[in-house]
């Protein structure tokens, strides 16, 4: 809004101001070759001047946004690290078994719901399709659950269109928490068939980096079957079962409840990410904008000096002819 009034502004200011008659005798007397290469020495003082005080409220802008997202980034990054407990041990025990084959896939692409966060959201999706790809044959079906705005938006232009199960945005809208994060996974479980699901989201290491990762979670079913037949799944084989629980029903509820718990740490960990990344674009821009008001600042200097002399000759020429 800001922006609009200083546009308007600057239009009636435009439209206000007339031009400097010497100016006027000037360009009528010059043919339009020598006011075209005269053109750049001839720019209106009051152009620069609009022009610099709009680059220095976006710089104001990206300043303020960066602050804010340094401040959310130390309140998520405090949980993200204490989640990172609650899903090794699932992945001890069942383990992370990417490369199996199953006939139903689903992927969740995690992705924040606004911009100005650098390329994180456009990296979530590229490893989505990739993953998809590489699990998609005759006999087998792939979908996307899509949380975050960004995600969808992409997804929904290509082809993945007729494959997106489930979109759901506006996670951040409130302070993450494990009991919202729950609500979340049992209302995707409800809503899928998978023998696998894939998370796809963007592990944080700093403010300046992040890895694209890949989590994967097995279908009580194929874990009962991986186990039988020999395939590694962590520790699992080393437990008795004991109680009136059957292993069946064991793996059901590890399943469910590794899944909420992964889905947890991906999240906060995407959110990290994001901060991170917002907080380097954001400074990246007001470098730039920097950059351009010392290159604006440095034209609005030559063009005022050249004017000042302009008026001094003509000033000095007057006073000859007077005198002659």
Do not use: H
Request: aromatic content about 4%.
């Amino acid at each position: 809004m800001a922006m609009a009034a200083l546009r308007r502004e600057s239009r009636r200011l435009t439209s206000i101001v007339s031009p400097n008659p010497i100016n006027v005798l000037r360009s009528s007397l010059l043919s339009s070759e020598e006011q075209t290469s005269a053109g750049v020495r001839c720019i209106s003082t009051q152009i620069v001047r609009n022009r610099m005080k709009s680059i220095k409220n976006i710089q104001k802008i990206t300043k303020a946004m960066k602050m804010v997202a340094a401040s959310k980034l130390r309140q998520v990054q405090t949980k993200t690290e204490n989640s990172r407990g609650l899903w090794q041990p699932f992945t001890a025990l069942l383990g992370d078994t990417p490369s199996v084959s199953v006939k139903k896939n689903v992927v969740i692409a995690i992705s924040s719901d606004k911009g100005l966060c650098g390329g994180i959201n456009t990296t979530s999706v590229k490893v989505s399709r990739g993953v998809k790809k590489l699990n998609d044959d005759p006999e087998s079906e792939t979908k996307f659950v899509i949380l975050g705005e960004k995600a969808k938006v992409q997804l929904i232009r290509g082809d993945s269109r007729k494959d997106i199960e489930l979109c759901m945005t506006e996670l951040q809208k409130n302070p993450l928490n494990f009991t919202q994060v729950s609500a979340l996974a049992d209302d995707i479980l409800k809503s899928v068939q998978f023998d696998a699901l894939r998370i796809v989201f963007n592990k944080f290491g700093s403010v300046v980096s992040f890895v694209p990762t890949v989590a994967t979670i097995l279908s009580p079913e194929i874990v009962e079957r991986e186990s039988e037949a020999g395939g590694t799944l962590g520790e699992l084989d080393s437990y008795e079962i004991e109680g009136g629980e059957t292993k069946s029903e064991i793996l059901q509820n590890l399943a469910e409840f590794q899944f909420s718990c992964v889905l947890y740490n991906a999240v906060l960990e995407n959110a990290c990410s994001e901060q991170g990344a917002r907080m380097s674009a954001m400074d990246s821009s007001s470098r730039n904008a920097g950059e351009v008001l010392d290159r604006l600042t440095l034209t609005y200097n030559r063009t005022r000096q050249a004017s000042i002399t302009t008026e001094l000759i003509e000033i000095i020429s007057g006073a000859s002819a007077l005198e002659g």
